[in-house]
């Protein structure tokens, strides 16, 4: 699909593209809700008398784990409501390019994948939507 036809689809449709300002907060607020989450569930990983050098290691072992956490946030909420926390908060949808619904599990479950690559890569898969008209990051774009 062209852009000039996915924004004559758009304007047909009634929809906006969501501005960078709301989509970094909402982002924002999920990186804050699943820190919070990591934290309540893995504290407990943590002596207390641990020092500052081996409470990072502590935390960096666990990384697989706060991946594995943002990709079942991430796809849980954008397959059942088209929207994570951040994006309730913010009014804001995420849809599927082929019939404007919330997306399918798949699809889901490949678009919070993806975002984790992007993360990993230095965040340029978000940096690609400030340059994009569609405003689409790499892990919008895997998703259709």
Do not use: C
């Not at 758009?10 to 990591?38: H, Q």
């Amino acid at each position: 699909m062209t852009n000039e036809e996915l924004i004559e689809k758009f304007e047909r449709e009634n929809i906006t593209l969501a501005p960078l300002g709301k989509r970094a907060l909402a982002y924002l607020i999920d990186e804050l809700l699943v820190s919070l989450l990591f934290i309540f569930i893995y504290m407990d990983q943590i002596p207390p008398n641990a020092t500052t050098e081996e409470t990072i290691t502590i935390i960096n072992s666990l990384v697989l784990y706060v991946m594995v956490l943002k990709v079942i946030y991430q796809t849980f909420f954008v397959w059942m409501y088209g929207a994570t926390l951040g994006r309730i908060a913010m009014k804001i949808r995420v849809i599927s390019l082929s019939d404007l619904e919330k997306p399918s599990f798949p699809l889901s479950l490949s678009r919070a994948s993806f975002r984790i690559i992007s993360e990993s890569l230095f965040y340029l898969g978000f940096a690609w939507a400030m340059l994009n008209p569609k405003r689409e990051t790499w892990h919008d774009k895997v998703a259709h």
